[in-house]
């Protein structure tokens, strides 16, 4: 009858064996278990480091007295391998894609040749969405998320600073509400007298595992918030034309001191909001990925967006 050793467990090892006169169909595996787990970085990018485990397997005897090793275990370390070089894969596909966004205003300025690099790396990271079904994962979809990206051409008017001179969006944001189904979107401006925002307030229901539909319902026009000091550049570009402000810059001293004490008068006032009725309120929206950084979703005239979440290490290039 085989005889069974008990060693101790830390550090170490337990053995099975049997005993040199044993009559057993064949040899039972001598198990090690791994002796050590040592973590080593495998790349760094930017700031941006991964780590994973380094795993170290010895096999003994491959049989035991009911047959050949099926190998489960072996198939099982690999499945872990190839996932962490999945995830290590994705994270690299997320930086590249953040860096290939600097400089485009959300993609305003994007050449033909940029849009096309991003374009190909979106594709690529929805091939590989961490979350199939994103309407069943709300807890990942709530909060503030800032866009970072865009082919929708209806933003370009709002982005171009030649339309409105001294005046520039500063954000555009979507906060998702979960608990209570809600939207918001909001773009908010910056100029030399003031701070404002026009945001949209919408219900939305879950209409697939990927797809909401969007009902607007309300629009507000944030209260300005004027700055006390006016700051005006040398020039404004419109329309492809560069106008001096030198000459005016003695009236816009003149009236610093009206500015200010009008600031705290308009200030104090409450948003302008507005009711948004008919059918054209509505739209919907397709995730195609999403973790916790980013999301990227499809409208329903095809144009891409990608928002990056607030408070995520990948706003900063």
Do not use: C, H
């Given at each position: 009858m085989a005889t069974v050793q008990l060693l101790s467990?830390?550090?170490?090892?337990?053995?099975?064996?049997?005993?040199?006169?044993?009559?057993?169909?064949?040899?039972?595996?001598?198990?090690?278990?791994?002796?050590?787990?040592?973590?080593?970085?495998?790349?760094?990018?930017?700031?941006?480091?991964?780590?994973?485990?380094?795993?170290?397997?010895?096999?003994?005897?491959?049989?035991?007295?009911?047959?050949?090793?099926?190998?489960?275990?072996?198939?099982?370390?690999?499945?872990?391998?190839?996932?962490?070089?999945?995830v290590e894969e994705t994270e690299v596909l997320k930086r590249a894609l953040t860096d290939s966004l600097y400089g485009t205003d959300r993609g305003l300025n994007a050449s033909s040749e940029t849009r096309a690099e991003i374009g190909d790396l979106i594709t690529q990271l929805e091939s590989r969405n961490p979350t199939p079904a994103p309407t069943e994962a709300l807890f990942l979809l709530n909060g503030k998320w800032i866009l970072a990206y865009t082919s929708f051409v209806g933003l370009f008017p709002l982005l171009s600073r030649g339309i409105v001179p001294l005046v520039k969006v500063d954000e555009i944001s979507q906060t998702i509400d979960s608990d209570n189904f809600t939207v918001q979107n909001s773009v908010r401006f910056a100029g030399p007298l003031a701070t404002t925002s026009i945001s949209t307030n919408a219900k939305f229901e879950i209409r697939s595992p990927k797809r909401v539909q969007i009902k607007f319902e309300q629009g507000v026009i944030g209260t300005p918030q004027l700055t006390d000091s006016i700051e005006i550049p040398e020039y404004v570009e419109v329309l492809g034309q560069k106008i001096d402000l030198n000459p005016i810059r003695g009236l816009l001293t003149s009236v610093q001191d009206t500015a200010s004490s009008v600031a705290r008068t308009i200030s104090s006032q409450p948003p302008l909001k507005f009711s948004l009725p008919g059918d054209n309120a509505q739209s919907w929206l397709l995730t195609t990925y999403l973790d916790k950084d980013i999301r990227i979703s499809r409208g329903d005239g095809g144009s891409v967006f990608v928002l990056i979440k607030e408070g995520s290490p990948l706003l900063n290039p």
């Amino acid at each position: 009858m085989a005889t069974v050793q008990l060693l101790s467990p830390f550090p170490g090892k337990t053995r099975v064996s049997s005993s040199a006169n044993s009559n057993s169909l064949s040899k039972p595996p001598t198990l090690v278990p791994m002796s050590s787990i040592t973590r080593r970085p495998v790349f760094s990018t930017g700031g941006f480091a991964v780590s994973r485990a380094d795993f170290r397997v010895r096999a003994t005897d491959v049989e035991d007295e009911w047959g050949p090793e099926t190998g489960e275990k072996g198939s099982a370390l690999l499945v872990a391998e190839e996932a962490i070089e999945a995830v290590e894969e994705t994270e690299v596909l997320k930086r590249a894609l953040t860096d290939s966004l600097y400089g485009t205003d959300r993609g305003l300025n994007a050449s033909s040749e940029t849009r096309a690099e991003i374009g190909d790396l979106i594709t690529q990271l929805e091939s590989r969405n961490p979350t199939p079904a994103p309407t069943e994962a709300l807890f990942l979809l709530n909060g503030k998320w800032i866009l970072a990206y865009t082919s929708f051409v209806g933003l370009f008017p709002l982005l171009s600073r030649g339309i409105v001179p001294l005046v520039k969006v500063d954000e555009i944001s979507q906060t998702i509400d979960s608990d209570n189904f809600t939207v918001q979107n909001s773009v908010r401006f910056a100029g030399p007298l003031a701070t404002t925002s026009i945001s949209t307030n919408a219900k939305f229901e879950i209409r697939s595992p990927k797809r909401v539909q969007i009902k607007f319902e309300q629009g507000v026009i944030g209260t300005p918030q004027l700055t006390d000091s006016i700051e005006i550049p040398e020039y404004v570009e419109v329309l492809g034309q560069k106008i001096d402000l030198n000459p005016i810059r003695g009236l816009l001293t003149s009236v610093q001191d009206t500015a200010s004490s009008v600031a705290r008068t308009i200030s104090s006032q409450p948003p302008l909001k507005f009711s948004l009725p008919g059918d054209n309120a509505q739209s919907w929206l397709l995730t195609t990925y999403l973790d916790k950084d980013i999301r990227i979703s499809r409208g329903d005239g095809g144009s891409v967006f990608v928002l990056i979440k607030e408070g995520s290490p990948l706003l900063n290039p």
